[in-house]
């Protein structure tokens, strides 16, 4: 359901081309490998794997790697510098970026924002070991989420009016995208403050869409996907619901939207011309800012900040959206991003500085495996952000 035409022109009138003069970039090599977040890894079969943790430490940006067992289990295995410094919006409660997907892993590869610096690196993935490949300019002002699929790569800016570049992905080496550089007219400072910066960007699984959400705009941006990567000039503009922050798909044209206003997940349809049609009446879980979702198998995982608990919820045989268990999990740290890797859940808690793994049971119920300490607590408006895994 598309806003009414006096507000999408009063955003679309703010759109423009930001400048296209990149930064310093640094590169070599890389390596391939496959990952699809969608599919989640539905109930383990103990393959061994690895997740990835974010500092986001304002004096320099590092990624620690945790070695994941059969079993789920978590422990230590290296902490690698991003090459770029860590960031911040301003008044953020306890999720110091006020995104989703910061860390993406993605074909062998591991994407970083350094928000601090602008820049994104790339990282080699060799099982536990990172092997830094290249430091790029991210096209905008406090890069916050970064998508990933076949050879395209966009990031989303924060900072200032908010913005998305395009990179095409070659050997390890992304190289910005001429055309693909697109103004999301939010007027904010930078850093923004948490509640009016952009949250996520993603593509959509038929590569046709890039999608972006934002919070106090309560809209979600589309902006249609050129034969070389390059973004419409204008996005298609549609109501998202109260704060939309987190979203992830269902099916090809289907995607779970989180609405961080209304403590609710909502089911939308990607329509042919990038208009989003929700599906349904908006679901509430009872908590408090439910920010992040994410896919594991059938079921979907909200990250409720303010309550630090987990939600579940699923998408039945009829297609309607339902809430299975309002607390499927107390985390009792300040749940923030989340990640999965071969069928265990793993969620980043922010104010107690750890890291949980649970494993997921066929009902959607979780039993606690891991806990990592010893990472980065949230204080003096900055904290970690970021968790991805292979």
Request: proline content about 3%.
């Amino acid at each position: 359901m598309k806003r009414s035409i006096a507000l999408a022109a009063a955003l679309l009138a703010g759109l423009t081309s930001v400048g296209s003069t990149p930064g310093t970039a640094f590169a070599d090599g890389g390596g391939p490998g496959y990952h699809d977040d969608r599919k989640g890894g539905e109930h383990h079969h103990g393959g061994e794997g690895a997740v990835f943790v974010q500092t986001n430490k304002a004096e320099g940006n590092t990624i620690k790697v945790y070695d994941r067992d059969e079993d789920g289990r978590l422990t230590k295995a290296g902490e690698y510098e991003t090459g770029g410094l860590g960031g911040f919006t301003i008044g953020a409660p306890l999720d110091a970026l006020a995104s989703q997907g910061s860390l993406t892993y993605h074909r062998g590869l591991l994407f970083a924002v350094n928000a601090g610096s602008n820049t994104v690196t790339v990282f080699g993935v060799e099982g536990t070991r990172l092997r830094k490949l290249q430091v790029i300019w991210s096209g905008g002002l406090l890069p916050v989420s970064v998508a990933a699929r076949g050879d395209l790569v966009y990031v989303l800016n924060a900072g200032g009016e908010g913005s998305v570049q395009g990179f095409k992905l070659h050997k390890g080496h992304l190289s910005r995208i001429e055309n693909a550089n697109r103004s999301l007219g939010l007027h904010n400072g930078n850093p923004p403050a948490f509640g009016t910066a952009p949250a996520q960007v993603k593509i959509d699984p038929d590569s046709e869409f890039v999608l972006v959400s934002t919070k106090a705009a309560n809209v979600m941006f589309s902006y249609e996907i050129g034969r070389h990567g390059e973004l419409a000039r204008n996005p298609v503009i549609s109501d998202a619901g109260n704060a939309p922050f987190g979203f992830t798909f269902d099916t090809d044209d289907t995607l779970l939207v989180t609405e961080s206003g209304a403590n609710a997940v909502s089911l939308f349809e990607l329509e042919e011309d990038g208009e989003l049609d929700q599906i349904g009446p908006s679901v509430p879980n009872g908590q408090q800012a439910t920010c992040w979702i994410q896919r594991v198998g059938d079921y979907f995982y909200v990250a409720n900040a303010g309550t630090s608990t987990i939600s579940s919820y699923r998408v039945d045989d009829h297609g309607k959206l339902e809430l299975v268990d309002a607390v499927a999990a107390d985390t009792g740290g300040g749940s923030i991003d989340m990640t999965t890797s071969d069928g265990f859940l793993y969620v980043q808690n922010a104010t107690a500085g750890n890291v949980q793994g649970y494993e997921v049971h066929e009902d959607g119920s979780l039993k606690l495996v891991t806990t990592v300490e010893g990472l980065p607590k949230f204080a003096d408006g900055i904290g970690m952000e970021g968790i991805a895994a292979s």
